[in-house]
């Protein structure tokens, strides 16, 4: 691989470390949500739809990592 395709997969590890950090800073508002709603709405809808938004919201993370990961690898 060249340097210039080396400085444009540089620059998109960039973005998504960006995007990661905006994905991990929701997750953490989203979980604090979570964890202060009043026991009297642990069974609602709005309950079941923060828990699986955290479960999205962990999924992308993953997802991010990864692509992260395989970026690195394809620049060795």
Do not use: G, H, W
């Amino acid at each position: 691989m060249n340097k210039k395709r080396r400085k444009k997969l540089s620059n998109a590890i960039e973005f998504l470390e960006k995007a990661l950090q905006i994905v991990e800073f929701s997750l953490d508002e989203e979980q604090d949500c979570l964890d202060n709603i009043p026991e009297n709405l642990e069974s609602s809808d709005q309950y079941e739809s923060m828990e699986n938004n955290i479960d999205y919201l962990e999924d992308a993370i993953v997802s991010i990592e990864d692509a992260i990961n395989k970026i690195e690898e394809a620049t060795l």
